[in-house]
Each structure stands twice: as structure tokens, then as C-alpha cells.
């Protein structure tokens, strides 16, 4: 069975990102209330963020391959549901009279339902050419121990800086989802090594980073070459 990520277009997101920065320039000068302004753009990245899941979803389950719907079939897209959206609680149930698989994956930030025929995946040729972007390195660290190092990558329109708000933004929104919760009420500290270990990796897919490692690296200082 061939493997599938999830993945938004990158039409989408260039025209979410585009307005996104036009509600920055305009808000302010539309209303004097700087709180009025923040709470119109933070709804509209929301509802912005949510509709792009939603297609992402859709389009991760229209490129599954089912060709039955026989038990050792359906666990193995399971289990492949599982390894794309992290800790995320997949529940699937075969339709045998609409010859399809439901799926539901609920996931810190919401649950998304949706559905996968059974028979062959059309191949996306040119247009999964066109919205794949490459991951270059993004290494981060802590100011209090910069000599650890948590491997980390994002795609390569974008920038560190845009990098770095999106990852403190995630982690924001982590502990302030039901799961964030339920770890802090388990006595989990809330700190970045924590987040970044449990952040599903299909969240952080979503706003263009990667995890390589959930654990750090401490920094490896090369001694010259001796001279000859």
C-alpha cells in the first residue's frame, strides 16, 4: 500500500497567507480599538486554519488506496491514519452498502470526518509535482541551554523568523487543546521539550515544520585538523 501524507495545496496557502497580512495592514486603520482589531484577525486566521485542515484531510483520504474492504485491509490504513496525524484518536468503520470506509480522526484542534472509497487512487501526477515543498534544516534551542539542539525542519518559502511564530503559536494552541489539558492535569510540565515531544506530527506538518527527533542533540564541537 503506498504511503500518503497530508498536505494543504500551496495555492491555498499562498492566498490564506496573502490575506492574512492585508487584515494586518487594514484592520488598524479601520477601527482605533487595537483589541477589537486583534480579536477580528485572530477569527479569521481561525476560520482560515480550519478550512484548510478540513481540506487536507480530504485530500489525504482521497489518495488512500482501499482495494477491499476486508479486516486486514482496513488495518492497515489504520494503522497508516495513525502514523500521519500522530497521537490522534482514528476510528474507521466499513460501509459495505456504500462500498466505502468511514473515517474519524479527532485531534487536539477538532475532529474531522470523511470517506474512502473502495477501488484504485487516480494518479495525481503534475498536480502533486506542483504542491510539494521541500524541507530544509531548522535547527532551535532554548535561550537558557543553547547547546542543545532540537532538529527540526520547515519548508523552504519560509522564512526562520516565520518559522519560529509558528511554532510558538502551535505550541500555544497545544496546551490550550482538551489533550494539552488532560497532560497538565496528568502533572506534565508545560515546557517546550514536553510540546515538542507530543505534538502530533501531522499538526506541525500543517503549519510547514517537521520533527526529526523528539529529543535534543547537544552541540558537537570539532577539533581542528592537525596541521601537516
Known amino acids: 500500500m503506498k504511503k500518503v501524507t497530508a498536505k494543504a495545496p500551496k495555492a491555498a496557502k499562498g492566498n490564506e497567507a496573502q490575506l492574512l497580512e492585508l487584515l494586518k495592514r487594514v484592520l488598524p486603520k479601520a477601527t482605533h480599538d487595537p483589541e477589537l482589531a ?37 488495518a492497515d490504513v489504520k494503522q497508516q491514519l495513525a502514523a500521519s496525524f500522530g497521537d490522534g484518536d482514528v476510528t474507521v468503520k466499513a460501509d459495505k452498502k456504500e462500498n466505502q470506509l468511514v473515517v474519524e ?3 487536539p484542534d477538532g475532529q474531522f470526518t470523511s470517506a474512502i472509497k473502495v ?29 542543545l539542539i532540537w532538529l527540526l525542519a520547515k519548508r523552504e518559502n519560509m522564512s526562520p523568523e516565520e518559522a519560529g511564530i509558528a511554532l510558538s503559536k502551535l505550541e500555544t494552541e497545544f496546551w490550550a487543546s482538551k489533550t494539552g489539558q ?33 529529543t535534543p542533540e547537544p552541540v558537537k564541537q570539532l577539533r581542528p585538523a592537525p596541521k601537516r
Do not use: W
Not at 477580528?40 to 476560520?47: D, N, Q, R
Not at 477501488?119 to 534544516?137: H, M, N, R, W, Y
Not at 506534565?188 to 506530527?201: L, M, N, T
Open 119 to 147: 477501488g484504485a487512487v487516480a494518479d495525481a501526477g503534475s498536480d502533486e509535482q506542483e504542491i510539494t515543498l521541500k524541507f530544509v534544516p531548522f535547527p532551535v534551542c532554548l535561550p537558557g541551554d543553547p547547546e
Open 105 to 107: 480522526v479527532s485531534l
Open 182 to 214: 488532560k497532560l497538565i492535569r496528568d502533572r506534565v510540565d508545560k515546557s517546550f521539550p514536553e510540546f515538542i515531544a507530543r505534538a502530533p506530527g501531522g499538526l506541525l506538518n500543517e503549519v510547514g515544520l517537521k520533527r526529526h527527533y523528539k
Open 38 to 74: 486583534g480579536k477580528i484577525y485572530a477569527a479569521i486566521e481561525h476560520e482560515l486554519k480550519a478550512k484548510a485542515r478540513v481540506m487536507a484531510f480530504e485530500k489525504f483520504c482521497s489518495k488512500v488506496e482501499l482495494p477491499d474492504l476486508e479486516p486486514k485491509t482496513i
